[in-house]
C-alpha cells in the first residue's frame, strides 16, 4: 500500500481490482468525536482525494507497486483503462516482474484442458463457473486456421503446440493463452525428417521468465537412439546434447516423451518398463533419477499420474489387481527416491456412483473389473491442501483428501461402463493445467 502525506500513519490508498483509487482511513481516525461535515469540509475531503488520486496516477513508480499485487486477470481488464496504463501493463518489464513475484500463486490455477483426440475441452476450477465446458479449438483458432493439432505440452502457464500442416510438415509454436500471444519454435538444422521430432517439451520457469527453453526429443534412425537438444527463446540458439537413449538396450521406444514434466530445473520422463529419466537444462546432460519398481510378477508399471504441483513431483502408480486403494508418490527434492505422500481410499466411491460397478454378467476378459475410475489430476498447494480429479463413466470429479469431500465438476456422455473401458475416459496423460501468466513469448 502506498501512504498520502496528507493522511494519518495509518492511512493508506490503493487501487481496487476495477481500477479505482480508493482510501482506507485508519482506526484513529474512525474514533475521532463525531462532527458533522460542512459543504465546505466537503469539498476538501473531495479535493484532497482527487489530488491523491492525481498524484497515484501521475507517479509510475507507485502505480507499478500497486498494479504488480494484481491477478493477471484484473491486470487484462485495466489495460483499457488509460494508454498510461496499457503502457505499463503491456511492457517485458512489467511483465516478467509480475511472473517472478506470483511464481507460486496458488490461485492463479484457472482450469484444466482435457482431450479426447481430436476434441479439445476446458474444464474451469473456479467456483463461479465449476461446471463450463468450453472448446480449446477455439481458444487457439488463431493460429490453428484448419490445421491439426497433434500434440500439446503445458508448462506454467505457457503452451507448446505440435501442428500438422496439409503437405505433413509439422510447426511447433509457444502459446500464452492467457494473452493471446505466440510464436514458432525453429526445428534443429540437424534434423532432417520432420517426423523424426518425438516431441517438444517446455522448460518455463516463472522465478526467470526473461529466459525460458524447449527441449526438443528426436529419432536417430540410423542408431535407433532418442536425441535431445536445447532451444533458448531469448537467444534462439540451439544447444545439442551429446547424451542419447538408447532404445535398442530398453527393447523400444518405451519412454512417455510426450508426457515430460518440468520441475527443479529439469524436465523429467518416466516410463511403464523401463528406468525413468531426468533431463538437466542447464548442461543439456542425464541426471540420475529414482525409478518406482515393478510389481513382482507383472512385466510394466501400471502408472496412471505423473506432474508437478505445490512445488514438488508426484506420481500414482496404480496397483495391477483391481483395487480402489492406491498411493500418491513424491519425489524427494534431493532425488534420493520416492515415499508415500498420501495414501487413498476410495471404496466408498461406487456406492455414491454405481455406474463405476461391471453389471455385465459374463463380460469379456478385457471388462473383468469390479469398478472403474481414472485420475485426471492431482492438485496440491504450498500449504497441502491436497485434491484429486477422477473421471468415471458419465461424470468428472473433485475429491478432497483431506475432509473427503466430493464436488461434480462436470457431466460426461456417454455414461457407459463399457464405454469407459473402450476409452471414452479421460486420463492424467491427457491432462493440461492452465494458469494465468503475463509471461511474454
Keep these: 500500500m502506498i ?18 483509487i480508493k482510501v482506507s482511513w485508519s482506526s484513529e481516525r474512525c474514533t ?124 506454467n502457464g505457457l503452451f507448446c503446440l505440435d501442428i500438422k500442416l496439409s503437405d505433413g510438415k509439422r510447426e511447433f509454436y509457444v502459446y500464452n493463452l492467457t494473452t493471446g500471444k505466440y510464436r514458432l519454435i525453429p526445428q534443429p538444422d540437424t534434423i532432417d525428417e520432420p517426423h523424426l521430432v518425438k516431441t517438444m517439451n517446455l522448460a518455463f520457469d516463472p522465478e526467470k521468465p526473461e529466459d525460458y527453453h524447449a527441449v526438443c ?17 531469448s537467444t534462439g540458439v540451439w544447444r545439442h546434447s551429446t547424451e542419447c537413449y538408447d532404445c535398442n538396450e530398453y527393447g523400444g521406444v518405451d519412454l512417455c516423451y510426450y508426457y515430460g514434466v518440468f520441475w527443479n530445473g529439469a524436465v523429467h520422463w518416466v516410463s511403464q518398463t523401463a528406468p525413468f529419466l531426468r533431463f538437466e537444462i542447464g548442461n543439456c ?93 492431482f492438485l496440491e498447494d504450498e500449504k497441502d491442501k491436497a485434491m484429486l480429479l477422477l473421471s468415471l463413466p458419465g461424470k468428472i470429479i473433485l475429491y478432497n483428501l483431506g475432509n473427503r469431500m466430493i464436488k461434480e465438476l462436470a457431466d460426461v456422455k456417454p455414461a457407459s461402463f463399457r464405454l469407459f473401458i473402450d476409452g471414452a475416459r479421460y486420463d492424467g496423460f491427457e491432462m493440461y493445467k492452465h494458469v494465468e501468466t503475463l509471461a511474454c513469448v
Design 217 to 233: 526429443v528426436w529419432l536417430s534412425v540410423s542408431g535407433n537412439q532418442l536425441r535431445f537438444a536445447v532451444y533458448s527463446l
Design 3 to 20: 501512504s498520502n502525506d496528507n493522511a494519518t500513519s495509518s492511512d493508506s490508498l490503493y487501487v481496487d481490482e476495477y481500477g479505482v
Design 285 to 377: 546432460a542425464f541426471r540420475s533419477m529414482p525409478t518406482t519398481p515393478i510389481v513382482e510378477g507383472q512385466w510394466h508399471r501400471n502408472i496412471e499420474y505423473f506432474g508437478e504441483s505445490g512445488g514438488h513431483l508426484h506420481l500414482i502408480d496404480l496397483n495391477p489387481h483391481p483395487s480402489m486403494q492406491f498411493d500418491i508418490l513424491e519425489l524427494e527434492v534431493n532425488y534420493s527416491g520416492w515415499f508415500v505422500k498420501y495414501h487413498v481410499n476410495l471404496d466408498f466411491l461406487p456406492n455414491l456412483y454405481p455406474v463405476m460397478v461391471n453389471q455385465e454378467v459374463n463380460p469379456p476378459e478385457e471388462y473383468a473389473y469390479s469398478n472403474v475410475f481414472s485420475t485426471i489430476c
Design 32 to 155: 475521532k468525536p463525531y462532527r458533522p461535515l460542512s459543504s465546505k469540509n466537503t469539498i476538501e475531503t473531495e479535493a484532497s482525494s482527487s489530488e491523491s488520486a492525481q498524484l497515484i496516477a501521475s507517479n509510475n513508480d507507485f502505480l507499478i507497486e500497486i498494479l504488480l499485487h494484481l491477478p493477471t486477470r484484473c491486470l487484462l481488464r485495466l489495460q483499457t483503462v488509460s494508454k498510461q496504463w496499457l503502457s505499463i501493463i503491456s511492457s517485458p518489464q512489467f511483465r516478467c516482474l509480475h511472473t517472478r513475484r506470483n511464481a507460486r500463486s496458488s490461485t492463479s490455477t484457472i482450469g484444466l484442458f482435457l482431450c479426447q483426440n481430436p476434441t479439445f475441452n476446458f474444464l474451469s476450477l473456479r467456483q463461479e463457473d465449476f461446471s463450463a465446458m468450453s472448446m480449446m479449438n477455439e481458444r487457439f483458432s488463431s493460429i490453428r486456421k484448419g490445421k491439426i493439432i497433434c500434440h500439446v505440452n503445458s508448462c
